[in-house]
Every structure is written in C-alpha cells, then in structure tokens.
Nanobody, 114 residues
C-alpha cells in the first residue's frame, strides 16, 4: 500500500516562494510518474505539474516559468518549488502517483495573501 504525505504549505505574501514536498512510502516511487494538482475553494481540482520516472516534466500554462517540479528517488520524494506566488495560487495542493492504482495525498494548504 502506498501512502503520500504532502508538507510545506503555509501562508506567504504575494511574490514570495514556497517549496512543497510529497513523501511516498513503498518501493515503487522511482518507477512511477508523479504529479501535483490543486483545488481552490469552489473550483474543480486542476493539474499543475507532472514528472515522469525519467524526470521529464510538463506544466500547466498558469504556472509555467514560476513553478518547478522535481524528484529525489533516493528520498522517495517529489517537490514543487513555487516562486512569484500570486493570490490566485491559493489552494489545497495534492500530489498524485501514477501506478497500478491511483494514489493521492491528503493535501497541504497554500495561502497567498498580504
């Protein structure tokens, strides 16, 4: 059974930065693609960034150039570096593992406000 645990969320001012982490249990992390999603109040969950097992990446247009997804297979962790944050980035951020089953973390709140 895989468990995903996100951390690193919090309150940050516009223009600031945060780095989110998603730690995965189990032995399939290094062979699995990972992704970050977010859900703002009253909105549908939306895709943010994806990284393959080979570390190829792609991003939603809304975050391209500001967010960076990366992974550390030795630590079974995927990261989301978020720079130049805007109030519209306020949401609960979730990580997702693409494996035989579909795994999601519990989410971490990011609030961008002055």
């Amino acid at each position: 059974q895989v468990q995903l645990v996100e951390s690193g969320g919090g309150l940050v001012q516009p223009g600031g930065s945060l780095r989110l982490s998603c730690a995965a249990s189990g032995s399939i992390f290094s062979s699995s693609a990972m992704a970050w999603y977010r859900q703002a109040p009253g909105k549908q969950r939306e895709f943010i960034a994806h990284i393959t097992a080979g570390s190829s990446t792609n991003y939603a247009d809304s975050v391209k150039g500001r967010f960076t997804i990366s992974r550390d297979n030795a630590e079974n962790t995927v990261y989301l570096q978020m720079n130049s944050l805007k109030p519209d980035d306020t949401a609960v951020y979730y990580c997702r593992m693409f494996a035989r089953a579909d795994y999601w973390g519990q989410g971490t709140q990011v609030t961008v406000s002055s």
